[in-house]
Nanobody
Framework: LQLVESGGGLVQPGGSLRLSCAASGFSLINYSMSWVRQAPGKGFEWVADLNLGGSTSYADSVKGRFIVSGDFAENTLVLDLKSLIAEDTAVYYC?????WGQGTQVTVSS
């Protein structure tokens, strides 16, 4: 089982990014998936879930700004980030909670 994140980068406050998490060795549609982030010098923070059946959950800090979805044809988990703020700067990971990707860096700065 492998998860590979991509799409991170440097973006100005108020900007947007799309993160992707490509899965291999298993089908995403059969799993609940999560996005988790770790800001510099801080612990892990849960961001969002895409649950079995398609329901979603979000941390209060990102609700209304981030959208999690699945491209099951591509076996990819997606996180759309909008209205980004400096506090969103972190390494973003996708996870089944048993398996983790390597993370992708998001930096929000002017």
């Amino acid at each position: 089982l492998q998860l590979v994140e991509s799409g991170g980068g440097l973006v100005q406050p108020g900007g947007s990014l799309r993160l992707s998490c490509a899965a291999s060795g298993f089908s995403l549609i059969n799993y609940s998936m999560s996005w988790v982030r770790q800001a510099p010098g801080k612990g892990f923070e849960w961001v969002a879930d895409l649950n079995l059946g398609g329901s979603t959950s979000y941390a209060d800090s990102v609700k209304g700004r981030f959208i999690v979805s699945g491209d099951f044809a591509e076996n990819t988990l997606v996180l759309d980030l909008k209205s980004l703020i400096a506090e969103d700067t972190a390494v973003y990971y996708c996870t089944t909670w048993s398996n983790w990707g390597q993370g992708t860096q998001v930096t929000v700065s002017s």
